[in-house]
């Protein structure tokens, strides 16, 4: 089982941004508390869709 999903390090909720570069990840809330500009992110949540569907496929 694959558990690719990323946690918030500050929050621990699922992860929706990545910081270009970095190996941090932020969920929505803490993204936009502490990035003014989100363009400076990742979204993971592509990412997540594609694995879950992914997973889906395996699983039919
Ligand atoms: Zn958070």
Redesign the pocket.
Same mark, same amino acid.
């Given at each position: 089982m694959l558990t690719l999903v990323k *946690? =918030? +390090? +500050? =929050? %621990? *909720?699922p !992860?929706e941004f990545s910081v270009k570069g970095s190996s941090a990840y932020? =969920?929505? %809330? =803490? !993204?936009k508390?502490n990035f003014a500009n989100l363009d400076l992110l990742q979204r993971v949540e592509e990412q997540a869709k594609k694995l879950k569907e992914a997973i889906k496929e395996q699983a039919e």
């Amino acid at each position: 089982m694959l558990t690719l999903v990323k *946690k =918030c +390090i +500050i =929050c %621990d *909720k699922p !992860a929706e941004f990545s910081v270009k570069g970095s190996s941090a990840y932020y =969920c929505v %809330d =803490c !993204a936009k508390e502490n990035f003014a500009n989100l363009d400076l992110l990742q979204r993971v949540e592509e990412q997540a869709k594609k694995l879950k569907e992914a997973i889906k496929e395996q699983a039919e």
